[in-house]
């Protein structure tokens, strides 16, 4: 925990526009000027570090969990203890399979089954998706608006075995982006990168689902 940077306060939330077409928003950043960036942790099934729980609760770090509903469903205590410590819960499928191109059905039936799953362990419906690798398509943004789902989220920064890879050539976290890591044995070292990140570039880590209403 010494490692954790001290942070600012986050600013009050100002909610991004959600598109008045009918289907769900699709974001790499959250289009805010705010002085924010957002932490995302990614699957579920592979692994699931002890520590995290301790750790989101003593630095007091906002993050969204996309999870498979497999995933869970089969180890749905380990989520609650991060929930508790200040995480939320959001979609990411039933079976982790690439949705762009797929059926409207059937892309309907991944995303809302999952949905569906998360609410009935966490008590509440996911209202935002992230497809399995970021692919997607028009029939994604609709299928996810119909299972509930307000925006699409994919991401502007990757973290693995603790380092911060960056897809732009500015290499800074900058306002609104959204950094992506998975539950995988090295998610400690990733949080604590990230977190670093976001200091450096003069941010503080908050919660996506306080932008996206």
Same mark, same amino acid.
């Given at each position: 925990?010494?490692?954790?940077?001290?942070?600012?306060?986050?600013?009050?939330?100002?909610?991004?526009?959600?598109?008045?077409?009918?289907?769900?928003?699709?974001?790499?950043?959250?289009?805010?000027?705010?002085?924010?960036?957002?932490?995302?942790?990614?699957?579920?099934?592979?692994?699931?570090?002890?520590?995290?729980?301790?750790?989101?609760?003593?630095?007091?770090?906002?993050?969204?969990?996309?999870?498979?509903?497999?995933?869970?469903?089969?180890?749905?205590?380990?989520?609650?203890?991060?929930?508790?410590?200040?995480?939320?819960?959001?979609?990411?499928?039933?079976?982790?399979?690439?949705?762009?191109?797929?059926?409207?059905?059937?892309?309907?039936?991944?995303?809302?089954?999952?949905?569906?799953?998360?609410?009935?362990?966490?008590?509440?419906?996911?209202?935002? %998706? =992230? /497809?399995?690798?970021?692919?997607?398509?028009?029939?994604? *943004?609709? +299928?996810? #608006?119909?299972? !509930?789902?307000?925006?699409?989220?994919?991401?502007?920064?990757?973290?693995?075995?603790?380092?911060?890879?960056?897809?732009?050539?500015?290499?800074?976290?900058?306002?609104?982006?959204?950094?992506?890591?998975? %539950? =995988? /044995?090295?998610?400690?070292?990733?949080?604590?990168?990230? *977190?670093? +990140?976001? #200091?450096?570039? !003069?941010?503080?880590?908050?919660?996506?689902?306080?932008?996206?209403?």
């Amino acid at each position: 925990m010494s490692q954790v940077p001290t942070f600012p306060e986050a600013p009050p939330p100002q909610p991004v526009l959600l598109p008045a077409t009918g289907t769900a928003a699709f974001w790499h950043r959250l289009p805010t000027d705010q002085k924010v960036a957002f932490i995302s942790i990614d699957d579920g099934g592979l692994a699931r570090p002890p520590a995290v729980a301790e750790f989101v609760w003593r630095a007091r770090i906002p993050v969204t969990m996309f999870l498979n509903s497999p995933a869970a469903q089969e180890h749905d205590v380990y989520f609650r203890q991060i929930e508790v410590a200040g995480a939320v819960v959001e979609n990411h499928t039933i079976n982790h399979t690439s949705l762009a191109g797929r059926s409207y059905s059937y892309q309907k039936q991944e995303i809302c089954g999952a949905a569906d799953r998360l609410e009935a362990l966490f008590g509440k419906r996911p209202t935002l %998706f =992230r /497809p399995p690798f970021g692919e997607h398509d028009s029939t994604t *943004l609709q +299928a996810a #608006h119909d299972c !509930g789902a307000k925006a699409v989220i994919h991401w502007t920064e990757t973290v693995h075995e603790g380092k911060v890879r960056y897809q732009t050539p500015e290499k800074v976290v900058r306002p609104g982006d959204v950094l992506l890591m998975h %539950f =995988r /044995p090295a998610l400690m070292d990733d949080l604590l990168a990230a *977190l670093k +990140a976001i #200091h450096r570039a !003069g941010l503080t880590p908050a919660l996506l689902e306080d932008y996206v209403r």
